[in-house]
């Protein structure tokens, strides 16, 4: 695992102010064995890890230690240092420059006392993820992560996200953040209030932005992914990487004028599992974030082109050119006017660049579908996949996984199983359709020690191409709701493996407070909650939902579409009493968006209006019948690839159909927006989001091969 060594002055000093809030109300502490008892039981060992978490204090405005934390009641996971991980670390800060002995004497290696509680900060808080009271947040080796460079949900008291790597072809040997080997032996250790496992090495984040990672390579002309970095730099996207978070946000959030919205079940919300006291919270931040897939230098050196070459971004587009890396209905230059967005090196790296940052385990989602079981999480059964919108200018790009697959994949278009009667597996992928594989744990991969980004290499070139662009036109493009808005993953608000309210139930504050989401518009008269559903078993597309109260009138920024084209436009409905009834507006000018459509009744299960519907009955042709009287009335049944917890599908369900809201022709440069506004006087019906479908003419329509079920 390749790593930067870069810890400034100015990060480490970030690290001692951070706010930590720790809740130790219902804490007492122990006579038996927790971890501080287990440590101080082992003081050859651990000793000088334990004096440092008596000298960190929880937050700035308290007195509590962590020391005290960890003699406490809760679920704490702990990569305790040994004493020589620890001195081994003060060695390194004296060879950067950063120290000038290798010691805790204050007067000889820390004159500035802040840089020594800074120190002590980065040591101590980065090793303990706090489970709060869910015992299922206390992480020992079968539940860490499934996949290798993943991370936990929860982040260390530092507010750093920590990921598990195990190297390929080893059976016992674990590391965190890449490189800090977990002991064989001192690990899984269990005490009253937590696990403990043994490190020999400090956890330390480089905690560098994006833009200072490629600035590194490029100075120090580092091979690896070299010409990707002089590719983003010649573009002139290096400060757009630099973002790290809102500050306003941060600022309103601290003051208090960002408002949580409490016991949310009394105001007439529906869950089947939420208590009458549980909040709705707002997220605390609202970081940047980018997901960045760049070819090896290996790659580079094996199309003959040289990293180092002065000449490298000529012979670079060159290559794209003479590789047909690009759309040709884009009219792009192939000039040395990178920066411009019509440039063709500019289109060929923005398109390698995701908006927002997501761990290596939230590439995509494994959760409810069909055949797929969480106590077996390495058996892949039908594909899942994302599709999402790219840097710069906004094209589309599909991440996918499937039994077949190895592994995570970008653009892949495979031959599946999906007749009605047949289990909706991939069968077949040709070579030229088979996609870049996402190689999430190779030594070039890097998860944690940027703050700001992941970067994930891929084994082949990626590129927005006449192949791709025609292969995603004839996909139909499903999308979760929450897929669209690229804060969701940054700060991960979506899909947070965690049972505790306060990331189960998120509440976003209306438009006028602050707009948190970029791609969705709130009204002051609504009330927004996401539903995450983490281990609820519902049946929907990723176990989420989105949800309003009021008199709501919400609008999203839909994903483009790959090229122009009849598409048909579908909303996914999960009827219920709880439901009102809302009108839809779709079109290009988000000022003024024209009606679609009669009202939807989103209250109504399948047989509880002229919708056509009639159950399945085995017949494919007479159920196929019943499909085409359904899509007269512009409805369809749910789908057959998503199962609840009682194995039910989406299209045995009658409570679940696909409402086609528009049949139009829909241009790849433009961007088209959803509106949808409740109808109804009443302030207790529910708005409910899962997922859309953009489906093209030629699958809803293709006299040869019918739509499939899944």
């Given amino acids: 695992m390749r790593k930067l060594f870069f810890i400034g002055l100015a990060s480490l000093l970030t690290l001692a102010s951070c706010k930590e809030d720790v809740d130790t109300s219902a804490r007492y502490v122990f006579t038996e064995s927790t971890i501080v008892s287990y440590l101080e039981n082992h003081q050859d060992t651990y000793s000088e890890y334990i004096e440092l978490t008596k000298k960190v204090p929880m937050s700035r405005v308290s007195a509590t230690t962590v020391y005290q934390l960890l003699a406490a009641r809760g679920n704490y996971t702990c990569f305790v240092p040994t004493n020589d991980a620890i001195h081994e670390y003060l060695e390194s800060l004296v060879e950067s420059g950063l120290i000038e002995e290798p010691t805790w004497d204050a007067f000889k290696a820390f004159p ?13 808080k980065n090793s303990i993820i706090d489970g709060k009271d869910e015992v299922t947040q206390r992480y020992e080796l079968a539940l860490f992560p499934t996949t290798s460079n993943g991370e936990f949900p929860l982040a ?26 977990i002991d064989q032996k001192n690990r899984d250790i269990r005490t009253l209030n937590g696990i403990i496992f043994q490190l020999h090495k400090v956890i330390a984040p480089d905690e560098i932005t994006a833009k200072r ?8 002309q580092t091979e690896g992914i070299l010409t990707f970095a002089r590719a983003i730099q010649a573009c002139g996207l290096m400060d757009t990487l630099n973002a790290v978070r809102d500050e306003v946000y941060e600022d309103l959030y601290q003051r208090g004028l960002i408002h949580d919205f409490e016991d949310f079940m009394t105001k007439g919300f529906t869950d089947q599992k939420a208590t009458q006291t549980d909040d709705a919270c707002m997220p605390e931040h609202r970081k940047y974030g980018f997901t960045i897939f760049p070819e090896t230098d290996e790659f580079w050196k094996e199309q003959g082109l040289d990293p180092k070459d002065p000449d490298l971004l000529k012979k670079l587009t060159q290559w794209i050119v003479d590789n047909k890396q690009y759309s040709t209905i884009e009219n792009l230059k192939a000039d040395e006017n990178y920066t411009s967005e019509d440039n063709m ?9 995701l908006p927002f940052r997501v761990a290596a385990n939230k590439l995509v989602y494994h959760e409810n579908e069909r055949g797929y079981s969480r106590s077996n999480p390495y058996k892949y059964t039908i594909p899942v996949y994302e599709y999402y919108a790219t840097m710069g200018k906004r094209r589309l790009i599909k991440l996918y996984e499937s039994s077949l697959s190895d592994g995570v994949r970008i653009n892949r278009f495979p031959k599946l199983n999906d007749g009605r009667f047949d289990n909706g597996y991939e069968s077949s992928c040709d070579p030229d359709k088979e996609g870049p594989l996402v190689m999430r744990d190779h030594e070039l991969a890097v998860v944690n020690d940027v703050v700001n980004a992941a970067i994930y290499p891929i084994d082949r070139p990626l590129a927005y191409n006449d192949e791709v662009r025609d292969n995603l036109g004839k996909d139909r493009i499903r999308f979760d709701g929450m897929s669209l ?19 189960q139930f998120a509440y976003i504050n209306p438009n006028s407070t602050y707009q948190y989401f970029k791609n969705f518009s709130i009204n002051d008269d609504a009330t927004f909650i996401y539903f995450n559903g983490y281990l609820y078993g519902w049946i929907l597309y990723r176990n989420d939902e989105m949800k309003a109260l009021g008199n709501y009138d919400l609008m999203f920024t839909l994903p483009p579409v790959p090229k122009r084209g009849t598409y048909e436009l579908r909303y996914k409905v999960l009827a219920t009493g709880a439901r009102g009834i809302m009108q839809v507006y779709f079109g290009d000018d988000p000022n003024n ?13 399948l047989d509880q209006w002229e919708s056509g519907y009639e159950a399945d009955t085995g017949d494919p042709d007479y159920d196929a019948e019943v499909d085409k009287r359904m899509r007269n009335n512009k409805v369809m049944k749910g789908i057959n690839g ?45 708005f409910f989001m899962d997922y859309m479908e953009f489906c093209p003419k030629e699958v809803y329509d293709n006299p040869e091969t019918p739509e499939n079920t899944w």
């Fill in 112 to 124: 500035d006392s802040s840089k020594l509680d800074s120190i002590r900060t980065v040591i101590v």
């Fill in 156 to 181: 260390n008291l530092n507010d750093n996200k920590l990921s598990v790597y195990w190297p390929e072809n080893t059976v016992d040997e674990y590391y965190i953040n890449g490189d800090c080997e």
């Fill in 213 to 220: 990672y490629f600035q590194d390579i490029l100075e120090k």
């Fill in 345 to 353: 090196l500019y289109q060929w790296v923005t398109y390698h660049i």
């Fill in 485 to 503: 808005l690229p804060e969701a993953m940054t700060n991960e608000v979506r899909r947070k493996d965690s049972t505790e309210p306060r990331f």
């Fill in 593 to 605: 968006l024209p009606i679609t459509g009669i009202p939807i009744d989103i209250r109504k299960e």
């Fill in 642 to 686: 998503i199962q609840g917890d009682g194995h039910l599908s989406e299209r045995e369900d009658k409570r679940i159909q696909r409402r086609i809201i528009t049949r139009q022709t829909l241009d790849p440069d433009k961007t088209y927006y959803i509106r949808m506004k409740s109808i109804l006087d009443s302030k207790s019906n529910e």
